[in-house]
């Protein structure tokens, strides 16, 4: 018997991001949404700052460099929130 395994492609094809959540589109078709909420320098910034974003890590991550931000898709398709760091809980 044989099992067929199933590599998704993990990388990022596109950000969407608005007041209210950041969606991320996988090269595989998914696409995965979550609270802007989650994610606190994000939620800080103004629309501008968030619009400014790059593919990083080979197209696994994405950075924010106005803010000093960044998130992978394996950690949105985990459903992990931001690590807190000592700045955003003031």
């Not at 696409?31 to 909420?37: G, I, R």
């Not at 606190?40 to 103004?46: H, N, Q, V, W």
């Not at 400014?52 to 080979?58: E, H, L, M, S, T």
């Amino acid at each position: 018997m044989s099992i067929s395994v199933n590599n998704p492609d993990l990388r990022i094809l596109d950000v969407h991001v608005d007041a209210e959540k950041l969606s991320v589109d996988l090269m595989d078709g998914r696409s995965v949404s979550v609270p802007l909420a989650w994610y606190p320098r994000l939620f800080r910034a103004t629309p501008q700052q968030r619009m400014n974003w790059k593919i990083a890590g080979g197209g696994h991550g994405i950075h924010w460099p106005d803010i000093d931000e960044d998130l992978s898709a394996e950690g949105l398709l985990q459903g992990l929130a931001a690590p807190r760091r000592l700045v955003d809980a003031e």
